[in-house]
T-cell receptor, first 117, second 113 residues
Framework: AQTVTQSQPEMSVQEAETVTLSCTYD???????LFWYKQPPSRQMILVIR??????QNATENRFSVNFQKAAKSFSLKISDSQLGDAAMYFC??????????????FGKGTRLSVIA | EAQVTQNPRYLITVTGKKLTVTCSQN?????MSWYRQDPGLGLRQIYY???????DKGDVPEGYKVSRKEKRNFPLILESPSPNQTSLYFC????????????FGPGTRLTVL
């Protein structure tokens, strides 16, 4: 079974600085998807960024970027120029390819990010 | 506006009193899921549905039922709730051809006393 591990339960960053959240996963599949979700105090699950495993280029969305190391099964999230609104719980998630059948998201346990003004 | 809605958003109930959490999407999605979120455990899939009248168990289905009589609705049913089902519940749906992208509802905070 696939597993996702986030080894940092809590992180903090100064406003305007850069922070990297770690994620590792385990799968025997060669094709899959990886995601970072943000959960602010409102509890809404917000998709931050997604990466397709067959694409070697790291995904980027504005201040958010990933470092995808397929061989190492590592998928870290870098937040640049951190803002107070970035404070939230961040979840790393894995999904098998949607060829057919169930495509559940497998989530890590989350990293709580605090942003210090 | 494309969205997934859940009701109620908050519910406090007592052990054994049947309840239903509704989930509705207006995007004509076929694939829908229910997840529960517990501290330190992340989100885990309870049930999923590939299409109308097609449902199956996820990782933690015990104590739950679902139905899918219409494409837009996917209610989660707790026939006899117990305190260990106190959790935050999310419904999610995915568009056909883009099953890697899940749209989440706003969540339902359930407390079973």
């Amino acid at each position: 079974a696939q597993t996702v591990t986030q080894s940092q339960p809590e992180m903090s960053v100064q406003e305007a600085e850069t922070v990297t959240l770690s994620c590792t996963y385990d799968t025997s599949e060669s094709d899959y998807y990886l995601f970072w979700y943000k959960q602010p105090p409102s509890r809404q699950m917000i998709l931050v960024i997604r990466q397709e495993a067959y694409k070697q280029q790291n995904a980027t969305e504005n201040r958010f970027s990933v470092n995808f190391q397929k061989a190492a099964k590592s998928f870290s999230l870098k937040i640049s120029d951190s803002q107070l609104g970035d404070a939230a719980m961040y979840f790393c998630a894995y999904s098998p390819t949607p060829n057919s059948g169930n495509t559940p998201l497998v989530f890590g346990k989350g990293t709580r990010l605090s942003v210090i003004a | 506006e494309a969205q997934v809605t859940q009701n109620p958003r908050y519910l406090i109930t007592v052990t054994g009193k049947k309840l239903t959490v509704t989930c509705s999407q207006n995007m004509n999605h076929e694939y829908m899921s229910w997840y529960r979120q517990d501290p330190g455990l992340g989100l885990r899939q309870i049930y999923y549905s590939m299409n109308v009248e097609v449902t199956d168990k996820g990782d933690v289905p015990e104590g739950y039922k679902v139905s899918r009589k219409e494409k837009r609705n996917f209610p989660l049913i707790l026939e006899s709730p117990s305190p260990n089902q106190t959790s935050l519940y999310f419904c999610a749906s995915t568009p056909p051809g883009h099953r890697d992208t899940q749209y989440f509802g706003p969540g339902t905070r359930l407390t079973v006393l």
